[in-house]
């Protein structure tokens, strides 16, 4: 998920000078500092004894200690942290407790309490998004509720946060008592209209899946320092110009993005926070999914699903059991998540309060995150929309 541009980009415009900003290489909490707010760093223990680190903005900088929560998660949740205006600043700066929910794999959580990453690979990798998305939110969830005294909170998920979150709260739906309201920004579900290279890719799931488990790979893209340290030698404002080509199309072979859209002096930070790891598992279950017509569901574990189900075909999620008020963003330049197939999980979950439509030609799945106007065509809508759960 990501995140971060303000509303007010005229009046930056105006003030900006041709000076050029020289970064740091940094971290996510590093980088929250960087941008003057205060953060927190957060151990979580899941049952199944994943160890997540949260980074908690306990207030912005109009109030301090307002008591109102939100986690916001995605399956590369560190990314949200990259320029000022992004989400999670401006709901600090508006009064929310912000926590930035990682999720089990990715950068900030190789942690396990027997298991090490690069050692019992088969078994610390062996999730998928449903599961991830079970335990972690589940344990993440009551230990911000908990933490904080409240006793709900509001969602933002991004992508793979949002397939977590239909996943566990279809299969597990107690977990929505803990929630008031969720916002999903181009979901994953159905994949009947997509295009793209996953699709391509999604044929050979099964292949891919032999491969990488002969080659006993089971975590996929880790944090690289290299892309940190070719976004800041190669693609930060001196030498941007006289590399562009090479640094756009390495950005949009990692995230996918709209060179238009970006702000190009940021692109040091956002290539310390790419690639940002997660298993292979949670990629062949979406291939399965793509392979599949009009099913959004749980894993296929072939002849095993009989001893995984009871049921020889893996089961749909039941959206009917996902009853807590739900908020959906999306966009019609989205190759990955067609808006039509965003359409159909809309009109299958029983408590729709906003399908929205980004008033943007070409908005794709990652300008959700990085666009310079989604602060003003998605934010914006995000802020006015949580007011009314708090
Ligand atoms: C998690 O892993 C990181 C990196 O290996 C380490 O620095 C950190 O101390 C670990 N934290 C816990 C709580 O195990
Ligand atoms: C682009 O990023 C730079 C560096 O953070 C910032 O100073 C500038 O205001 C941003 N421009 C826009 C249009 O957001």
């Known amino acids: 998920m990501a995140v971060l541009r303000v509303t007010t980009v005229l009046l930056l415009v105006v003030v900006m000078t041709s000076k050029a900003v020289e970064f740091p290489v940094m971290n996510v909490p590093q ?176 292949e891919l899946e032999g491969a990488f488990e002969f080659l006993d790979l089971w975590e996929l893209f880790p944090d690289f320092p290299l892309t940190s340290e070719v976004g800041h030698d190669l693609c930060d404002e001196i030498h941007l110009e006289e590399n562009y080509d090479t640094c756009m199309s390495l950005a949009d072979s990692i995230v996918g993005i709209s060179p238009g859209n970006l702000n190009n002096s940021m692109l040091p930070i956002y290539f310390d926070s790419w690639p940002e790891g997660s298993s292979v598992k949670c990629l062949v279950h979406y291939g399965q999914l793509i392979n599949s017509e009009h099913f959004f569901g749980r894993y296929d574990y072939g002849d095993a699903n009989m001893e995984h189900y009871g049921q020889a075909s893996p089961p749909a999620y039941d959206l009917s059991k996902i009853t807590l008020p739900i908020h959906i963003f999306y966009g019609d330049g989205d190759t990955l998540v067609d808006d039509m197939d965003v359409e159909a999980l809309a009109s299958n979950l029983p408590n729709v309060k906003l399908l929205y439509k980004v008033p943007f030609e070409g908005w794709t799945h990652n300008d959700m995150c990085y666009a310079i106007q989604a602060p003003e065509l998605v934010y914006s809508v995000i802020m006015e929309n949580a007011a009314k759960y708090v």
């Open 31 to 206: 980088l929250i500092q960087y941008w003057g707010y205060p953060v927190e760093s957060h151990w979580i223990t899941t049952s199944d004894g994943y160890i997540l680190n949260y980074h908690r903005i306990p207030y912005g900088s109009s109030e301090k200690g307002h008591p109102r929560s939100l986690v916001r998660g995605k399956g590369h949740e560190g990314r949200q942290q990259q320029s000022k205006p992004s989400l999670a600043f401006i709901m600090a700066d508006a009064g929310y407790d912000v926590w930035v929910a990682n999720t089990r794999g990715n950068t900030y959580c190789r942690n396990h309490t027997t298991l090490d990453p690069d050692v019992d690979k088969e078994e610390f990798w062996n999730f998928d998004w449903e599961v991830a998305g079970l335990e972690d939110l589940q344990a993440g969830f009551s230990y911000v509720l908990e933490t904080t005294g409240q006793s709900k909170l509001i969602y933002v998920g991004h992508s793979m946060g949002t397939s977590e979150f239909l996943a566990a709260s279809a299969v597990q739906p107690e977990i929505q008592v803990m929630v008031s309201a969720a916002f999903l920004l181009a979901p994953p579900s159905y994949f009947d209209y997509n295009t793209g290279i996953l699709v391509e890719l999604a044929q050979y799931v099964d």
